[in-house]
Structure formats: structure tokens, C-alpha cells
């Protein structure tokens, strides 16, 4: 079956980095599309950065542009968020999703078919 495993978070200061990573299985990695999404308590789940199957293109919320980036190793069958100059408010737990609607990078969570248990990042001020 298709598991999706994160690691990476943890506890950091704000301006501090952290990076996460999401190692797929059961599935053809390749031909996923894959994103990050976020959770803080008592809000939505929401889209923090996606990449096409061949990396080609990435796409990130405005909150994050500049601060975080998405990079995938198809060869590990491994996504990354690199995560720079982090702010409290990036406090969550940090969700990787894969889709094989490969046609353009999608921002809701309904379109995404598997998931992973979720990291928590927690940035103090």
C-alpha cells in the first residue's frame, strides 16, 4: 500500500531553518505530483508548496514565497521543504500529499489522494 512518512520537524527559534522530508512507497513516485500542506490548531488545512512529477514547476503560497522551497529526488522517491527564516506563525503540523493528476500542481486538499501522518514544526518567538 502507498505510505507517505515525514521527518524532519521539530522545535526551532523564529529566523531559525528546518527541513522536512517525506519518503513515499507503492507508488511510482515519478509520476506523482507532490505538495506540502499545513495545519495550525483551530484552522484549515492549507497549500504550502506543490511540485510537478518531473520538478519542472513548483508553486508556493504567498506566505511562504522566498522563505520555503519544495525539491523532490525521484531517484529516492523523496520530497523536501527546505524551510529558511521561520516565523511563529508557520507554527503546524506539516502534512506532504501526492496526486497523479499530473496535469498542473493543485491547491486544495480534495484533489490529492494520499497522505502522510503529518510532522509538527513549532517556532518560538
Known amino acids: 500500500q502507498v505510505q507517505l512518512v515525514e521527518s524532519g520537524g521539530g522545535l526551532v527559534q523564529a529566523g531559525g531553518s528546518l527541513r522536512l522530508s517525506c519518503a513515499a512507497s507503492g507508488l511510482t513516485f515519478s509520476r506523482y505530483n507532490m505538495a506540502w500542506f499545513r495545519q495550525a490548531p483551530g484552522k484549515e488545512r492549507e497549500f504550502v508548496a506543490g511540485t510537478m512529477w518531473n520538478s519542472g514547476t513548483t508553486d508556493y503560497a504567498d506566505s511562504v514565497k522566498g522563505r520555503f522551497t519544495i525539491s523532490r529526488d525521484n531517484a529516492k522517491n523523496t520530497v523536501y521543504l527546505q524551510m529558511n527564516s521561520l516565523k511563529p506563525e508557520d507554527t503546524a503540523v506539516y502534512y506532504c500529499?501526492?496526486?497523479?493528476?499530473?496535469?498542473?500542481?493543485?491547491?486544495?486538499?480534495?484533489?490529492?489522494?494520499?497522505w502522510g501522518q503529518g510532522t509538527q514544526v513549532t517556532v518560538s518567538s
Open positions: 500529499a501526492s496526486t497523479n493528476r499530473g496535469s498542473r500542481i493543485y491547491y486544495r486538499r480534495e484533489w490529492y489522494d494520499y
